[in-house]
């Protein structure tokens, strides 16, 4: 132990062998010493006063000191400086109120060795009597990997976050800065449309058609990328939403769709729930809108249900429509992923992507149970939270 450490913290009191805190048979002592010396920690047993009594093979190995060196010295030598006084401090709160616990809770603890080096260590404290006197047994791990896993995690998920940042910056970027020059490849179609339409020939009456198509098709998934990626950068701040009035709004916003097809929208109650509005509304609008989209022949029956599941609300959008693949259950909320050809559904890909993103910035999770030919359910949770306190005060 380090000299300042011995003369700061105490005398040496007493020889080791003239201190058997931990009497009884002989049988006894050796099954002790044997169970102290196989433990996969070190192992520290202090008097009251702080003072080392018996410490185990780990103690020597992790501190880097002798045995002799360390017992009859304070167990303060084993802490850095920095966590000296403040030790001896709580060591006397602990001896007059001895209980199993860990010490310094909250707290980044250090162990140092003989060389000066420190280690970050986890230590448990349990008070014992023996002979009528108190003793506290400290059990001391060496963190030193957890934590240097912990800190290459952390470092990697601030390192995804950075990734993530730059490209939703970019996705917002490219596709806001790509609708100028697009808006003019779009007006100039139409005027070579206008003007030129039966005054070439029909292949390029044709191709002229390709072109306004492919343009407006781009206008679509512009549009919806910028959607998408305004989920995290227009956020607005959590309300109480009432989640009828949210799919009043969603099925006004559909009117057209929902009269063309002849969909019938029912539901249950609906809770009140912490949300982004405008965000639950665009959510509920393209489940439904989905729904009528990928109709069977059957004209389209939608239910909307909500119950309770532990902590969370669980949403359940079913339809009667044409229903999805299982295999396809997860890449449907993926950015740009459609089931059908072009021809046969218009969609850009965005939609589901888009409720995924606002669920799940919502604290919940999305998914989808379905048999083909039987219609679909898409589920989403949101967490119950403060919002059902604030329904139920204002019922
Ligand atoms: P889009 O509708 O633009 O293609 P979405 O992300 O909204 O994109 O949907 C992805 C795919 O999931 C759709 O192409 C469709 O195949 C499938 N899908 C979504 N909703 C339904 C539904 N209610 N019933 C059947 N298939 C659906």
């Known amino acids: 132990m380090a000299e300042s450490a011995h003369h700061t913290h105490g005398p040496d009191r007493a020889s080791p062998e003239s201190r ?17 010396e196989s433990a996969p920690d070190a192992i520290v047993i202090v008097d009251d006063a702080g003072i080392i009594e018996i410490i185990n093979q780990k103690t020597e190995e992790l501190f880097g000191y002798p045995r002799d060196e360390l017992i009859g010295k304070s167990v303060d030598g084993l802490l850095p400086a920095r966590f000296r006084g403040h030790h001896a401090q709580s060591r006397a709160g602990y001896t007059a109120d001895p209980y199993r616990r860990p010490m310094g809770a909250g707290m980044d603890l250090f162990g140092l060795r003989k060389d000066g080096s420190e280690f970050p260590a986890e230590i448990s404290l349990s008070p014992m009597e023996s002979e009528g006197k ?23 998920a601030a390192a995804l976050a950075r990734s993530n940042n730059a490209l939703e910056q ?3 970027v490219a596709s806001h800065d790509l609708q100028e020059p697009l808006r003019m490849v779009t007006s100039y179609l139409q005027l070579l449309s206008r003007r ?16 306004v198509d492919g343009a407006t098709r781009m206008r679509n998934l512009i549009e919806d990328l910028l959607t998408y990626s305004r989920v995290t950068r227009k956020a607005k701040e959590f309300v109480p939403t009432d989640c009828t009035t949210v799919l009043k709004q969603a099925a006004r916003n559909l009117e057209l769709a929902v009269e063309e097809s002849g969909a019938v929208i029912t539901h249950d109650e609906l809770p009140t729930v912490m949300a982004d509005d405008i965000q639950l509304v665009q959510l509920f609008q393209n489940l439904i809108s989905n729904a009528i989209k990928y109709r069977s022949a059957a004209s389209p029956e939608i239910h909307i249900s909500a119950a309770r ?4 609300w669980l949403f359940r959008f079913r339809d009667n429509g044409i229903g999805i693949d299982p295999r396809f259950n997860e890449r449907i909320f993926e950015i740009f992923k459609t089931l059908h050809p072009k021809h046969q559904f218009v969609g850009t890909g ?26 679909s359910t898409f589920c989403f949770t949101l967490p119950r939270g403060d919002a059902e306190n604030f329904s139920e005060q204002h019922r």
Do not use: M
């Not at 030129?196 to 072109?211: C, P, Q, V």
């Not at 599941?309 to 969370?312: I, W, Y």
């Not at 939609?351 to 379905?370: N, P, T, Y």
């Open 350 to 375: 965005i939609g589901l992507a888009i409720c995924q993103r606002i669920v799940e910035r919502h604290g919940g999770r999305i998914w989808v149970d379905s048999i083909p030919g039987h219609g």
């Open 134 to 156: 108190r003793h506290v047994t400290a059990i001391i791990r060496d963190i030193s990997d957890r934590k240097a896993a912990e800190a290459a995690l952390k470092e990697h």
């Open 309 to 312: 599941q532990n902590n969370d």
């Open 170 to 172: 970019f996705a917002y």
């Open 196 to 211: 030129y339409t039966g005054r070439l020939d029909a292949d390029a009456d044709e191709f002229i058609g390709y072109a």
């Open 20 to 36: 058997s805190p931990l009497p009884g048979t002989d049988v006894g002592e050796t099954r002790f010493r044997k169970l102290l």
